[in-house]
C-alpha cells in the first residue's frame, strides 16, 4: 500500500486573508478526500459551491485556514511563492477561460516554452523540439508555434493551454471547467485527449465541472460539494445511481437531456439568500424536496455509508433514499462506463 | 400545437457575408426557414456556424463588418431587410425581442434594474403613465419569478445573482408583449438548477402569451427540452430541419448523427453512431456539401454537388444526397431517443 498522491484532511479555505481573522467566514468547510496516480477525481457543485476554492488551495494560490494538503505524504498547505519548484511542476492547473490564461502578445510557442526553460532549462532547438512534441500531442500542427491566441479558436487555446501544463510534465493536473466553454465535438476531442494522456503517463487529474454528463464519461470518482461540504463521495458509477444525496439528485435531474424527465421542483427563483450562513443543519436542508423535518435544519448529519467506499451525508437512510429514487439511465444490465482504478 | 396558415416569420434564401481585412468571407449561405405562431424553433450548431448571425437577421440586423448579400426576413408578411433604422427600431424591442446570453452585459450596471425595464417600455409607448409603467415591472418581476419583486426592482445588477439577472432580463424582453423572443444561448453561463428552472418559466411564459421563440443554442439537451422543431446548422447551411423528436430518434443528416453522438450523456454511453471528426475549416469548404470533408459516408458527387434541403417523407427536411442509404445509428436506447413532448 502506498500514499495516495494527494490528500486533503479537514481543509477549510476563507477569503480575505489573515484580517478575516478567526471569525471570518470559511467557503470550504472540513473537506477531506484522496487522490490516487492515475486517477481521475471530479468536484461537482454549483457556483459557490468551494470547487475553485479547494483546486485553488492545492496549487498554491491560496493558503488554507486549516487543515492539510498532503502531497505524496508531504505537507504543501504553502502559498505557491514558498514552494519548491519540483512541487511547482509537479501540480499544473489549466483554467476555464483560455483567452484570459494566455497572454494575447506572446506567440504560442512562448507560451509552451516557458515552462521548459523554468522546469528543464530548455533553450533553441532543443526548446523547440519539445514544443512540436506536445502541440503533436494535443494534435496541433508545427503551424501553431507562430501564432498569437487571438488566430486561435476557442478550443484550440484550450488545447494550447493544456500542453503548456503538460510541458511540466506533472503528476496532478487541476482542471478547472475546461472544457464548459467548449462545442460538443471539441469538448469530445479534449475528453478523448485527457482520457488518452492519462494512460499514457499516469497522471492524475482533479477535474471540476458542473456537466454532470462529462464528470460521467470521465471520472473515475465524485465528490459532490454545496457550500463548501462535502454532501456525497463515492465512485462515478455510486453517484449516478440511487441512492445519492437530495442535492445530487436534484443536480442530476436538472441536466436537460433526452428522456429524461426535469427536475420537479420550483420554478421560482429560491428566496434562499446564497451567502447566509448555516451553522447548524444541513446546508442544503432549506432547498431540499425530501427534507424530513427540524432535524434537518438543526443537525448536520453525519456520514453514512452507502456500500463500498460510497458515502453520503443525509437524515434519511441511504436504504430508504434507494427506494424513492430512481433514474432512467440506469438500467440494471448497463456496463460499467470505464474499469475503476482501485485506489490505495 | 396548433399552427396558424401564415407564418409569423419567413426567412428566405438568407445570404451573409463578413469583411475579413480585404475580402468577403461567407457566413450565412442560402438559409430558408420559416416559424410559426406559437411555435418554438431551436437553432443549433457549433461555434462559428452562423447560427446567431442568422437569428439576429430576425431583428434586421446586420452585424457590424457583414452586408445581407441576398435573402428576405418575412416579419408577419414585411421584409425587414432594407427597412430603415428608425422603422427598424419600432421592430426591435417591440414586437421582436432579444434574450442575450451575456445578462450582466446587458444591463446597466448604474442603474436600478426596475429603472431599466420602465425606460425600455417608454421607449416603445407600451406604458400609460410612468407611474403605470412601474406597476407593470413589479407585475413582471413576479411573473418571471422573481422573490421579492417590490423591494427587486430597487436592485442594482451587481446585487442580484446570474440567474436572477437572466430573469431581469427576460422580464425586460417581455415588458413589450413580443410576438417573437429571440434566445442567444440564454441558459449557457447559468448552473444546471438555475438553467432547469429557466427553462421551465419559458416554458410556461410562452404557453400563456402564445409567443413564438427561436432559440440558438449548441446545447441539444436543452433544445430537447424546449423546442417543437430543431434546425441544424453546418457552416452557414442549414442541413437538417425536423420536428424535435424526430430530430432525436432519426437523425438523417451525418452531421446531425455526429452531433449526437458527441454529447456525453448521464448514462455513460453515448448516443451511438459515429462521433465527429475533424474540425470545421472555412477556408477549404468544397464547392457541394460542405460537411464532406468531414463525412464518413461522403462520395466524390458529394464534394461537386450543392445540397439543398428536401423532404424525407417523416416530417423532416435533410440536406443530403446519401441519407437514404446511411440509415439511421444504431445502437441507441429508447430512454435515450424518447423525447419528452
Redesign the interface.
Known amino acids: 500500500m502506498t500514499a495516495p498522491l494527494l490528500e486533503l484532511q479537514r481543509l477549510e479555505c476563507a477569503y480575505g486573508g489573515r484580517s478575516a481573522g478567526p471569525a471570518g467566514r470559511s467557503v470550504v468547510h472540513d473537506v477531506s478526500f484522496c487522490l490516487a496516480a492515475g486517477e481521475t477525481l471530479a468536484l461537482v457543485g454549483?457556483?459557490g459551491s468551494g470547487k475553485t476554492t479547494i483546486a485553488r488551495s492545492i496549487a498554491g494560490l491560496l493558503v488554507p485556514r486549516s487543515g492539510q494538503i498532503l502531497f505524496e505524504g508531504h505537507d504543501i498547505g504553502m502559498a505557491a511563492e514558498r514552494r519548491p519548484r519540483d512541487l511547482l511542476r509537479e501540480i499544473q492547473f489549466v483554467f476555464q477561460n483560455p483567452d484570459s490564461s494566455l497572454n494575447p502578445h506572446r506567440r504560442i510557442a512562448y507560451a509552451i516554452g516557458r515552462p521548459l526553460e523554468y522546469f528543464f532549462g530548455l533553450s533553441g532547438k532543443a526548446r523547440d523540439r519539445r514544443i512540436a512534441e506536445l502541440l503533436d500531442d494535443v494534435h496541433l500542427d508545427l503551424g501553431y508555434m507562430r501564432r498569437y491566441p487571438s488566430q486561435l479558436?476557442?478550443?484550440e487555446r484550450q488545447r494550447v493551454a493544456i500542453a503548456r501544463a503538460l510541458a511540466a510534465e506533472p503528476k496532478l493536473m487541476l482542471c478547472d471547467e475546461i472544457v464548459s466553454a467548449l462545442?460538443?465535438?471539441?469538448?469530445?476531442a479534449i475528453?478523448d485527449l485527457l482520457r488518452e494522456l492519462q494512460e499514457k503517463r499516469r497522471m492524475a487529474f482533479l477535474f471540476i465541472a458542473?456537466?454532470?454528463?462529462?464528470v460521467?464519461?470521465l471520472a473515475h470518482r465524485v465528490v459532490v460539494l454545496y457550500r463548501g461540504r462535502m454532501m456525497e463521495a463515492g465512485t462515478?458509477a455510486d453517484t449516478?445511481s440511487p441512492p445519492v444525496h437530495p442535492y445530487t439528485e436534484?443536480?442530476?435531474?436538472?441536466?436537460?437531456?433526452?428522456?429524461?424527465?426535469?427536475?420537479v421542483?420550483?420554478?421560482?427563483?429560491?428566496?434562499v439568500d446564497?451567502l447566509a450562513d448555516h451553522d447548524a443543519g444541513c446546508p442544503f436542508a432549506p432547498l431540499c424536496p425530501r427534507r424530513i423535518g427540524t432535524v434537518c435544519d438543526e443537525e448536520l448529519p453525519a456520514w453514512s455509508s452507502a456500500g463500498g467506499a460510497h458515502a453520503l451525508r443525509c437524515h434519511i437512510p441511504a436504504a430508504e433514499l434507494a427506494e424513492l429514487q430512481s433514474?432512467?439511465?440506469?438500467?440494471p444490465e448497463?456496463p460499467p462506463?470505464r474499469e475503476e482504478v482501485t485506489s490505495a | 400545437m396548433t399552427v396558424a396558415a401564415a407564418p409569423l416569420v419567413e426567412v428566405a434564401g438568407l445570404t451573409v457575408d463578413f469583411y475579413d481585412r480585404d475580402h468577403w468571407v461567407n457566413v450565412v449561405n442560402d438559409v430558408s426557414f420559416t416559424l410559426f405562431a406559437g411555435e418554438t424553433l431551436g437553432l443549433v450548431g457549433?461555434?462559428?456556424c452562423g447560427k446567431t448571425t442568422t437569428a439576429y437577421s430576425l431583428f434586421g440586423y446586420a452585424r457590424p463588418g457583414s452586408r445581407v448579400r441576398d435573402g428576405a426576413v418575412r416579419f408577419e408578411g414585411r421584409n425587414l431587410i432594407g427597412l430603415s433604422a428608425r422603422e427598424l427600431r419600432a421592430i426591435r424591442g417591440g414586437a421582436v425581442c432579444l434574450v442575450p446570453q451575456n445578462p450582466a452585459g446587458s444591463l446597466t450596471p448604474s442603474m436600478r434594474v426596475g429603472r431599466q425595464i420602465v425606460e425600455a417600455m417608454e421607449e416603445h409607448g407600451v406604458s400609460g403613465s410612468h407611474r403605470d409603467a412601474e406597476q407593470r415591472t413589479v407585475e413582471l418581476f413576479a411573473q418571471v419569478?422573481?422573490?421579492?419583486p417590490q423591494t427587486m426592482v430597487e436592485r442594482y445588477p451587481h446585487e442580484l445573482?446570474?440567474?436572477?439577472q437572466q430573469?431581469v432580463i427576460t422580464a425586460m424582453a417581455l415588458a413589450c408583449d413580443p410576438k417573437l423572443l429571440v434566445l442567444d444561448e440564454p441558459t449557457t453561463a447559468l448552473?444546471?438548477?438555475?438553467?432547469?428552472?429557466i427553462?421551465?418559466?419559458l416554458a410556461?411564459l410562452q404557453a400563456e402569451r402564445g409567443m413564438s421563440m427561436l432559440y440558438v443554442t449548441?446545447?441539444?439537451?436543452?433544445v430537447?427540452?424546449i423546442c417543437d422543431r430543431v434546425a441544424v446548422m453546418y457552416a452557414g447551411e442549414l442541413v437538417e430541419v425536423a420536428p424535435t423528436e424526430e430530430l432525436?430518434r432519426r437523425p438523417r443528416h451525418p452531421y446531425t448523427q455526429?452531433?449526437l453522438a458527441?454529447?456525453?450523456?448521464?448514462?455513460?454511453?453515448n448516443g451511438g453512431g459515429a462521433?465527429?471528426r475533424g474540425?470545421l475549416h472555412r477556408e477549404e469548404l468544397p464547392p457541394g456539401c460542405r460537411f464532406a470533408p468531414r463525412c464518413g459516408f461522403a462520395e466524390e458527387a458529394c464534394f461537386t454537388e450543392r445540397q439543398v434541403l428536401a423532404a424525407t417523407g417523416t416530417g423532416g427536411e435533410v440536406a443530403c444526397r446519401r441519407w437514404e442509404d446511411i440509415g439511421e445509428p444504431r445502437g441507441r436506447t429508447?430512454?435515450?431517443?424518447?423525447?419528452?413532448r
Open positions: 454549483e457556483s479558436s476557442g478550443g462545442d460538443v465535438s471539441v469538448q469530445a475528453l458542473h456537466d454532470l454528463a462529462v460521467r464519461w462515478a449516478f436534484m443536480l442530476l435531474h436538472s441536466v436537460p437531456e433526452l428522456g429524461v424527465e426535469p427536475f421542483g420550483t420554478e421560482a427563483e429560491t428566496a446564497p433514474f432512467p439511465w440506469n438500467r448497463e462506463v | 457549433e461555434s462559428g419569478g422573481l422573490p421579492r445573482s446570474g440567474g436572477q430573469r448552473d444546471v438548477t438555475t438553467q432547469s428552472r427553462l421551465r418559466l410556461r449548441h446545447n441539444l439537451g436543452v430537447a427540452q432525436f455526429g452531433l458527441s454529447v456525453p450523456r448521464l448514462s455513460g454511453q462521433r465527429l474540425l429508447p430512454a435515450e431517443t424518447g423525447s419528452r
